[in-house]
Nanobody, 125 residues
Framework: QVQLVESGGGLVQAGGSLRLSCAASGRTFSSLVMGWFRQAPGKERDFVAA????????YYADSVKGRFTISRDNAKNTVYLQMNSLNTEETAVYYC??????????????????WGQGTQVTVSS
């Protein structure tokens, strides 16, 4: 079992930045692929970014490329999401997710095994 706890959400003005963190426990962190998703009110949960076990390779949704950066610190059992140039349409609950499987890096929420409780990000105009 893996427990994931997100933090770092909050209120930010459009154009601003936030850094989300997700602390993991319960399983060797370096064995997990980690991802970030977000869900806006009334919408489906969407893929944002993922990072391989080593942290060498990252993947992003087209909408966030060049503005968001996913990273991880395996010594601290933590994955991060640096978000820059935020816009109001990115107001959502942001979720951290972990996947045990070996193979293609998952980008669909049903492919992930563990989820955090989410952290609210609100971008004001």
């Amino acid at each position: 079992q893996v427990q994931l706890v997100e933090s770092g959400g909050g209120l930010v003005q459009a154009g601003g930045s936030l850094r989300l963190s997700c602390a993991a426990s319960g399983r060797t962190f370096s064995s997990l692929v980690m991802g970030w998703f977000r869900q806006a009110p009334g919408k489906e949960r969407d893929f944002v970014a993922a990072i391989t076990r080593s942290g060498i390779t990252t993947y992003y949704a087209d909408s966030v490329k060049g503005r968001f950066t996913i990273s991880r610190d395996n010594a601290k059992n933590t994955v991060y999401l640096q978000m820059n140039s935020l816009n109001t349409e990115e107001t959502a609950v942001y979720y951290c997710a972990a996947d045990r499987a070996v193979g293609v890096i998952p980008r669909r929420d049903y492919e992930y095994d563990y989820w955090g409780q989410g952290t609210q990000v609100t971008v004001s105009s």
